[in-house]
């Protein structure tokens, strides 16, 4: 029985993790979540699941549910701007443009703007395609009530996601125009990269200094981006993807000191995210892996 939930749980392992993840925004409680769901797994009678794939992720989701509203208090007492954990991801997550789009950091910054039950019912169904009456089961409501919920929810996300992904070629450029300008300081060549509107946010979680609230503005994060040439020069910066997104991790002696995840729109960077804060940092030695399809 043991060898047989064994060989289910890791065949699914990977979906269970993104769905915990795309739920809390937060790779450490996925981790958690992934135990718990465990736990409870190694206790069930197989002979009675008919579907081992959605039985996993109703347990999973609910264990992230639970989660999600402890999170949320904790949310409320946090230092600065809050973040989601950076995940290392390999180049398939940003070719795949559904999963891309769900795990950016833009799509889960929307998602935090949702309640608790909202965000679950609006993640099992829009990006893992659950039927109603299994995410009934996941979030403790009947059908009628997630359909509702899934209608308000959806909602709300159009209203606020992000313009759909550019090509990678289009992101590329603008991560190598954005780290020259760096590089040299060149102000112009910062504000001429940045999009009028552009949002510069920082996470250091109370422990290291960062932004204290959102910047918004071409020249003003050109500004603050100008000031930083000098601390950029002795450290290095490392290209590579975070969230299926270009970014770029500053690092002194081998220690990272800022992860930095850049949106890109028509060619010119409309947000960036730095987290800065080191308990966010623990999920970038290794590529993580991601799916939602499982």
Do not use: C
Not at 61 to 69: D, E, G, I, T
Not at 118 to 137: K, T, W
């Amino acid at each position: 029985m043991t060898d047989r939930a064994t060989e289910a749980f890791v065949a699914h392992r990977n979906l269970l993790f993104t769905v915990a993840y795309e739920l809390l925004g937060s790779a450490a409680d996925a981790e958690d979540v992934l135990q718990e769901t465990w736990l409870r797994w190694v206790g069930v009678d197989l002979d009675t699941v008919l579907d081992q794939r959605a039985y996993l992720v109703r347990i999973a989701s609910r264990q992230a549910l639970q989660r999600l509203r402890t999170l949320g208090r904790r949310k409320e007492s946090y230092v600065g701007p809050w973040l989601p954990e950076p995940l290392l991801t390999a180049p398939d997550v940003a070719e795949d443009v559904e999963l891309a789009e769900s795990v950016s950091m833009a799509m889960l910054l929307v998602l935090e703007t949702l309640r608790p039950t909202e965000r679950a019912v609006f993640v099992l169904r829009e990006v893992f395609g659950l039927e109603y009456d299994e995410i009934a089961e996941a979030v403790g409501k009947k059908p009628d009530a997630v359909r509702q919920i899934a209608h308000r929810a959806r909602s709300h996300v159009a209203a606020r996601r992000p313009r759909g992904p550019v090509s990678q070629d289009e992101t590329r450029d603008a991560l190598d125009a954005f780290k020259r300008a760096v590089n040299t300081g060149d102000l112009q060549g910062l504000v001429d990269i940045l999009a009028p509107d552009v949002v510069f946010l920082g996470d250091g979680g109370g422990v290291v200094q960062a932004l204290p609230r959102p910047v918004v503005g071409a020249e003003k994060v050109a500004r603050i981006l100008a000031l930083a040439v000098d601390h950029l020069a002795q450290g290095t910066l490392q290209e590579t993807q975070i969230n299926g997104q270009p970014a770029l991790i500053l690092r002194f002696t081998e220690e990272v000191d800022t992860v930095t995840v850049l949106h890109v729109e028509d060619g010119k960077i409309t947000a960036l995210y730095a987290i800065r804060n080191p308990a966010k940092h623990s999920h970038l030695s290794e590529e993580n892996t991601l799916t939602i399809r499982g």
